[in-house]
């Protein structure tokens, strides 16, 4: 390699962006040559310097919370996303500014979590299904329902009971979704049974529905509380419990 | 918490050089963001920055279309004689907060770009492709051009500093 090579390649090389290959003869080069060695010792000083000294300007405090005001009007503006195609990387960009996140009705969780989250209530309502365990307190009255719950978690869910627009509260069990103990409120629809997993959320989000393995899943948080929803019944009837349990579109 | 927000308003500061239309630019790049969310592809930090990015370009072209121009200049940061090398080591060393900054702000808004995106921000020659919308090679040669320009008005500055210099 010689001197005017070596040049070409320094920048590069420095920027950590030339290949083993091409470095191991660079090194080379400049461990025999010093003219090369004082300018690749001068690009590194000015590299230094400026990574030292120059300014890094911070997002001053006051854009932040003008963006959280902004942009739940934006998002109402924004197309919605589709339910499968492209919805974690979507939302993880805009959740890494944390305004947007809240404006996606991501709120406080990481939306690679929501994935995660809408696996593990559909493997506990298929589980539930497979095994004979579907409530550890069956029974359709929410007055029985509602304190066994409290009693059991840290938290006390709402229980509604829909009867009336044909929903049937058939009970309740633990669960585990999401790294925490929730409670899976269990209703019944003529023979579809549907799951409701219920836990303590800050902030209200907007109803959002998905489909996987067939299955209809909703989610939304309202008045303190986070709900997925998971069954094998119609999107449609399904929107319906939703509403009825509190949910907002 | 919002290290993205971070990014992006420092690249808007450093390209509009003051807080006021960094800020704007800046709110206005991230609610096109959110309205474009659903394009995003991979690593986030440039797909914002490159919506950052273009918000202030747009606003120089706006703003400031002669510091533009001057980076379109084919001359500028062409590689100088070999005598005219840059600061020595310690020079650099010593230099002064403001005087980098002073020069790094001086330079024309592409290749101040570059820089901050290559030193400040520590991004890859490809995604700092992807930000301004040029091929690699030209990033490359944008960066090079960047450091011989810094480090010749630095050259400047510190050998005009020295006692005893005629010129």
Redesign the interface.
């Known amino acids: 390699m010689n001197r005017e090579e070596a040049r070409t390649l320094l ?2 090389y420095l ?1 950590g ?1 030339l290949d083993p290959a091409k470095s191991v003869e660079l090194e080379a080069h400049l461990a025999a040559d010093p003219v090369s060695r004082a ?1 690749c ?3 590194r ?7 030292d ?8 405090a ?3 919370e ?2 959280l005001d ?2 739940p009007a ?2 109402e ?3 919605r ?2 339910a499968r195609r ?1 919805w974690p ?6 959740a ?5 996140a809240v ?2 009705t991501l709120a406080t969780v990481h939306p690679r979590d929501d994935e995660r989250l809408e696996q593990e209530a559909l493997s506990s309502y298929v589980r539930a299904t497979l095994s004979t365990r579907l409530a550890d307190v069956a029974s359709s009255d929410q007055h029985t329902v509602k304190p066994w719950l409290s009693a059991h978690l840290p938290y006390s869910p709402p229980v509604v009971d829909p009867s009336a627009q044909g929903f049937t509260l058939a009970g309740a069990r633990l669960d585990y979704v999401g790294g925490r103990a929730v409670a899976a409120l269990v209703y019944q629809r003529r023979q579809h049974r549907i799951d409701v997993f219920v836990w303590p959320e800050q902030e209200d989000s907007n109803l959002r529905a998905s489909v996987r393995d067939g299955f209809n899943i909703e989610r939304f948080a309202r008045g303190g509380m986070r709900y997925w929803i998971v069954s094998d019944l119609n999107r449609n009837e399904l929107d319906d419990l939703a509403r009825l349990l509190g949910a907002q579109h | 918490m919002l290290p993205h927000l971070d990014a992006a308003y420092n690249l808007a500061r450093w390209l509009t050089r003051n807080d006021h239309d960094a800020e704007d630019v800046v709110q206005e790049a991230v609610l096109r963001a959110c309205r474009f969310a659903d394009g995003l592809r991979g690593d986030p930090r440039p797909w914002l920055l490159a919506i950052v990015r273009n918000a202030c370009f747009t606003w120089l072209e706006a703003n400031r279309p002669a510091e533009l121009a001057l980076g379109l200049d084919e001359r500028i940061g062409e590689i100088p004689a070999p005598e005219a090398e840059g600061p020595e080591a310690s020079a650099t060393r010593n230099l002064e907060r403001r005087v980098l900054n002073e020069a790094i702000a001086a330079l024309p808004p592409q290749f101040r770009e570059v820089l901050v995106l290559r030193e400040l921000e520590d991004l890859s020659y490809r995604d700092i492709a992807r930000i301004a919308g040029a091929p690699i090679g030209t990033v490359m040669s944008r960066l090079s051009r960047a450091r011989r320009l810094l480090a010749e008005s630095l050259r400047v500055i510190v050998t005009a500093s020295e006692p005893g210099v005629s010129r």
Do not use: F, M, V, W
Not at chain 1, 45 to 51: E, F, G, M, P, T
Not at chain 1, 55 to 60: E, L, V
């Open positions: 920048p590069a920027d962006e300018a010792g001068r690009l000083s000015l590299s230094n310097a400026i990574r000294k120059a300014d890094y300007h911070a997002a001053p006051t854009l932040g003008r963006l902004a942009l934006a998002a503006r924004a197309p996303l589709p492209n990387l979507a939302a993880a960009a805009l890494s500014t944390a305004a947007l404006a996606l």
